[in-house]
């Protein structure tokens, strides 16, 4: 048999010699792994009181099913980055799909839900390796003018999996049991597995590097204390000693990271991204527009059901509202971001958002699904307009030998900015609810009469109206800042020119 050698990547010059032609076949394998990936995190939340029952335990237990996944998926992502970077992405991205799929098999077997909690660390082993490198890889199977709607595809994605999860999940839970919503990953995964062998194209770095194990560890533990302190802190209070303790630790470990980071010859993060302006501000709002996102997402079920008093089964359908008019809109926006910029584009989904927040502001204790569809509608198309293209721009800034690094920033703000939204988010609207009930309620927030809880509630989206006007503001220096360094490269490039 002809033995067949990876191409190399010796300069950043060969890099702009790939073969395109087989995009679209590299996009359906990418776009399995973040559908699957999607759909397993909300499938999974549906089946949470199943799971307390059949599995004889309580929900402090249980949701560590959910928590052990998103902790451990969170703490290796970027790690995942950078040795894909140093090794190449396809060898990485085919064994993820293959450890998700193991996992979710696992998953599915599992006698008790201690063995779940393992074998869903199993699974976000895998997931870590597939989300990880799935925008480093179609960023580089695309051609530069097609980048921005490459991204938006697979930005729809994500819509459809959150959209499809917990109707899934409810279907194969009602019409089988639990153990399906794990075992159906089983076709998909080795679908996926097969097209990411054949498609997927084994570019390899040409320069030696050695990966930075002592940076590794000290982000490892450094964000798993972060992660554990804003998941722990929503029950033991942010104020509990051991919170304040992981807290420290991770200010701790993560100057230890930074330490290592500027002395190490060949650092896990090459710190110097951030000094180009225009990446930082890209990576900042994102996580400040997930914050915003996931923080509403957690909030919603309880004003849905609790004050307005729909079914679990309407509150799935409202939700996905906002996911549905994002998935219609990141395509578009993506597309239009390869034609007018990424930049602007950027700008008017943060502008979307801000008027979307406004208008939630208004929620009432009798709001229509008319007048509810009305004010979420804007949120989802803001996100989708926003969304593609900071992705595209974030992957557009780096050097193509550091897609892999900078695919891991993009994911991992996402997760910390999700983990933080719903933490600070929910006690936000916590601490206004008891402010209106005039002090702590026994039963929790939920507790409290509607209308205290809606007040709570237009605070809470109030100030979120703020904190995305901080991230548009930053949006709009980016774009000031672009044009700025537009103009000086056009002022020099006419200067030089002969006369």
């Not at 914050?291 to 004050?307: D, K, M, S, W």
């Not at 206004?432 to 409290?448: I, W």
């Not at 709009?476 to 056009?490: F, I, N, Y």
Request: with cysteine.
């Amino acid at each position: 048999m002809e033995h067949h050698t990876p191409p190399v990547i010796e300069s950043e010059e060969e890099l702009e010699e790939v073969d395109y032609s087989q995009k679209w076949f590299v996009m359906i394998a990418v776009s399995i792994a973040i559908f699957m990936a999607t759909v397993d995190g909300s499938i999974v939340n549906v089946a949470l009181p199943t799971l307390v029952r059949d599995l004889q335990t309580n929900f402090a237990i249980v949701q560590w099913v959910v928590l052990s996944y998103l902790l451990t998926q969170a703490t290796l992502m970027l790690g995942v980055g950078r040795l894909a970077d140093i090794r190449g992405k396809k060898p990485l991205y085919t064994s993820g799909f293959v450890v998700f799929t193991i996992g979710s098999v696992l998953c599915g077997l599992a006698p008790t839900v201690g063995w779940l909690i393992a074998f869903r660390v199993v699974q976000a082993v895998g997931a870590s390796m597939v989300l990880a490198l799935g925008l480093a890889i179609v960023t580089e199977a695309f051609p530069a003018n097609e980048r921005g709607k490459a991204l938006g595809i697979a930005g729809s994605t994500v819509s459809l999996g959150i959209v499809i999860g917990p109707v899934l999940g409810g279907l194969l839970i009602e019409a089988f049991s639990w153990h399906w919503i794990f075992f159906v990953n089983l076709p998909v995964g080795i679908v996926g597995t097969l097209l990411a062998m054949r498609y997927v194209p084994d570019v390899r770095p040409g320069i030696e590097q050695q990966f930075d194990v002592g940076g590794a560890l000290a982000l490892f533990t450094s964000l798993l204390s972060l992660l554990l302190a804003l998941t722990l802190g929503q029950e033991r209070s942010f104020t509990d000693p051991f919170i304040l303790a992981l807290f420290g630790g991770f200010v701790l470990f993560l100057s230890i990271f930074i330490f290592i980071e500027r002395r190490h010859p060949q650092p896990m993060i090459d710190l110097r991204l951030f000094r180009n302006l225009l990446f930082t501000i890209n990576l900042v709002t994102g996580f400040m527009v997930f914050v915003a996102i996931a923080g509403t997402i957690i909030l919603l079920p309880f004003y849905l059901e609790l004050v307005l008093g729909f079914s679990t089964g309407d509150v799935g359908l409202l939700l996905a509202v906002s996911p549905i008019a994002l998935g219609i809109t990141a395509p578009i926006s993506g597309a239009l971001s390869d034609r007018v910029g990424t930049r602007p584009m950027t700008v008017i989904g943060l502008a979307m958002l801000v008027v979307g927040y406004f208008t939630i502001s208004t929620l009432s204790t009798d709001t229509t699904v008319i007048g509810y569809i009305l004010r979420f509608t804007p949120i989802g198309i803001g996100m989708g307009t926003f969304q593609s293209p900071n992705n595209s721009a974030v992957m557009g800034t780096v050097p193509r030998r550091h897609l892999g690094i900078a695919s891991g920033l993009l994911a991992i703000t996402r997760t910390l900015g999700q983990t933080t939204g719903i933490a600070i988010v929910g006690a936000v609207w916590a601490s206004r609810v008891f402010h209106y009930a005039g002090g702590p309620l026994e039963d929790g927030a939920t507790a409290a009469p509607p209308a205290i809880q809606v007040a709570g509630l237009n605070d809470t989206f109030l100030g979120l109206v703020a904190f995305i006007a901080i991230a548009l503001a930053l949006g709009l220096w980016g774009l000031w800042r672009e044009r700025d360094l537009l103009v000086a490269r056009w002022n020099k490039k006419t200067s030089e020119a002969p006369v």
